[in-house]
């Protein structure tokens, strides 16, 4: 357990503008405020800007906007520059499509503990749903399951005690919804940005590595809920070449990438 003034809260976004609003509102209406918020943008263009300036003045804590130009997709590359620029010895990772429960970093900040890394869940709102939310309003988790509109109820709802498993397997590693020391990302070196698409290998190869480093996961139910917004199927064409560096990574035990946040330290 941790204070939550040590945590930095790192959001990854691009061209996310209305998920990004709901997001960033979730986060104004937290019970306890992290130290800071860094918006890691890949490349957006000028609406989001235009977002996090009207927004960040309401926002409990200090927001950095950190953006790098559109050249595809270098999520990790600006992970890597938001790792670098945190200030809090503890990083809390989650996307702008993702809209946090209200107590999302009073938990996260109960489960931190030194040896081990956080892996939260995320429940699924479908189309509808998504679109019927209003900034400022809590998403209304029991009535939109009773509809049919919410999957994963099992990760949707805060419980009375959290279900926590500790681990080292590659199951249910997403990286909108993790926890980690700053000082065991560094030893890491960060995010591998050899990684050339969305959606596999670059999660699982960072939970990879903290394993490897000896850095087994908090696998938790029922804390540090998270609401995923609807949004399109991206291509997955880069999936067989993230695939074959991932099973690189497991197959040699890995623990440092060669292309990571090394390069943006002072």
């Known amino acids: 357990m941790i204070s939550s003034n040590q945590i930095s809260l790192v959001i990854s976004t691009y061209n996310h503008v209305r998920p990004l609003d709901l997001c960033l509102t979730g986060f104004r209406n937290q019970t306890t405020a992290p130290m800071e918020i860094l918006i890691a943008d890949d490349g957006s263009t000028t609406p989001t800007r235009d977002l996090i300036v009207r927004?960040?003045?309401?926002?409990?804590?200090?927001?950095?906007?950190?953006?790098?130009?559109?050249?595809?997709?270098?999520?990790?590359?600006?992970?890597?520059?938001?790792?670098?620029?945190?200030?809090?010895?503890?990083?809390?990772?989650?996307?702008?499509?993702?809209?946090?429960?209200?107590?999302?970093?009073?938990?996260?900040?109960?489960?931190?503990?030194?040896?081990?890394?956080?892996?939260?869940?995320?429940?699924?709102?479908?189309?509808?749903?998504?679109?019927?939310?209003?900034?400022?309003?809590?998403?209304?988790?029991?009535?939109?399951?009773?509809?049919?509109?919410?999957?994963?109820?099992?990760?949707?709802?805060?419980?009375?005690?959290?279900?926590?498993?500790?681990?080292?397997?590659?199951?249910?590693?997403?990286?909108?919804?993790?926890?980690?020391?700053?000082?065991?990302?560094?030893?890491?070196?960060?995010?591998?940005?050899?990684?050339?698409?969305?959606?596999?290998?670059?999660?699982?190869?960072?939970?990879?590595?903290?394993y490897h480093l000896g850095r087994p996961r908090k696998f938790v139910y029922g804390r540090s809920i998270l609401y995923h917004l609807h949004h399109p199927i991206l291509s997955r064409d880069h999936v067989p070449k993230s695939q074959s560096r991932l099973e690189e990574t497991l197959r040699t035990k890995k623990v440092r990438c060669l292309k990571g946040v090394n390069q943006y330290l002072k």
Request: glycine share 8%; charged share 25%; hydrophobic share 40%.
């Open 55 to 210: 927004l960040a003045p309401s926002l409990p804590c200090p927001v950095h906007h950190l953006w790098h130009e559109d050249k595809g997709f270098r999520k990790n590359a600006i992970l890597n520059q938001s790792l670098s620029a945190a200030k809090g010895a503890y990083l809390v990772f989650t996307d702008a499509d993702c809209i946090p429960h209200p107590r999302f970093i009073e938990d996260h900040a109960y489960l931190a503990e030194q040896g081990f890394w956080v892996q939260g869940r995320r429940s699924y709102l479908n189309a509808a749903a998504s679109a019927s939310l209003k900034e400022g309003e809590s998403v209304p988790s029991f009535r939109l399951f009773l509809a049919g509109q919410l999957t994963g109820a099992a990760k949707a709802f805060r419980l009375p005690f959290p279900i926590i498993k500790r681990d080292m397997a590659q199951r249910g590693i997403i990286g909108c919804n993790m926890a980690m020391w700053k000082k065991d990302l560094l030893e890491i070196n960060g995010w591998d940005e050899e990684y050339e698409g969305w959606g596999l290998g670059e999660d699982s190869d960072i939970g990879s590595r903290l």
